[in-house]
């Protein structure tokens, strides 16, 4: 996950927004994805987003994809605690197989 | 509605002994997947497969081999354990043509080498 970076930790309370960012560095990346991890259990796919789209919205997601910047973010409107996760970036890059991943942000939501 | 399952769910083993993870999928799944989590690094790969017989290495291959008889089961064995294995290790798979390239993780197996 060297080439896909995110910050460690995010906080935030209960009915804000969150948003975490990802860079990456391989401007061949066909799709970009968000995946979610709960305490104890696999990854979870959130939402993924195509490399010729600015951005995705799926309810409370936003995805915004800036691909001259090679900067991706999550936005999730109204933070649950139900949200306290890790989420990962990963990327697809073109002629391979398996995906890329970021080393996960985790996000705590405070009452 | 089986999904992906992974067994067993906690392994304690000791430094050169060999150990089997094993990885099932219902769906019929053409690729295969092992990943390794670590605290700052991430999910890194270790071996992927295309189909039965057909294996290839990932980022961090050394010290694991992997076979595929089955397109249902895809199992990871450390021929001789290491302290630096210790991990979390998850099994997903994705369909064949599948562009957008959706992965479908296992809960994943917590191994520890003493």
């Known amino acids: 996950g060297e080439d896909v970076e995110q910050s460690l930790f995010l906080s935030v309370r209960e009915g804000d927004s969150s948003v975490i960012n990802c860079t990456y560095t391989d401007s061949s990346s066909t799709y970009l994805y968000w995946y979610k991890q709960e305490p104890g259990a696999g990854l979870q796919l959130l939402t993924y987003i195509f490399s010729n789209m600015d951005m995705k919205q799926d309810q409370r997601l936003t995805v915004l994809l800036n691909k001259k910047d090679k900067h991706l973010s999550l936005r999730i409107a109204d933070t649950q605690t139900g949200d306290s996760a890790i989420y990962f970036c990963a990327e697809k890059r073109a002629g391979r197989r398996a995906l890329t991943f970021g080393s996960g942000t985790r996000l705590q939501v405070q009452p | 509605d089986a999904g992906i399952t992974q067994s067993p769910r906690y392994k304690i083993t000791e430094t050169g002994r060999q150990v089997t993870l094993m990885c099932h999928q219902t769906?019929?799944?053409?690729?295969m997947f092992w990943y390794r989590q670590d605290l700052g690094h991430g999910l890194r790969l270790i071996y992927y497969?295309?189909?039965?017989?057909?294996?290839d290495k990932g980022e961090v291959p050394d010290g694991y081999v992997v076979s595929r008889s089955k397109t249902e089961n895809f199992p990871l064995t450390l021929e001789s354990a290491t302290r630096s294995q210790t991990s979390v290790y998850f099994c997903a798979s994705s369909e064949q043509g599948a562009t957008n390239e959706k992965l479908f993780f296992g809960s994943g197996t917590q191994l520890s080498v003493l």
């Open positions: 769906w019929s799944h053409s690729y």
């Open positions: 497969s295309a189909a039965a017989d057909i294996t």
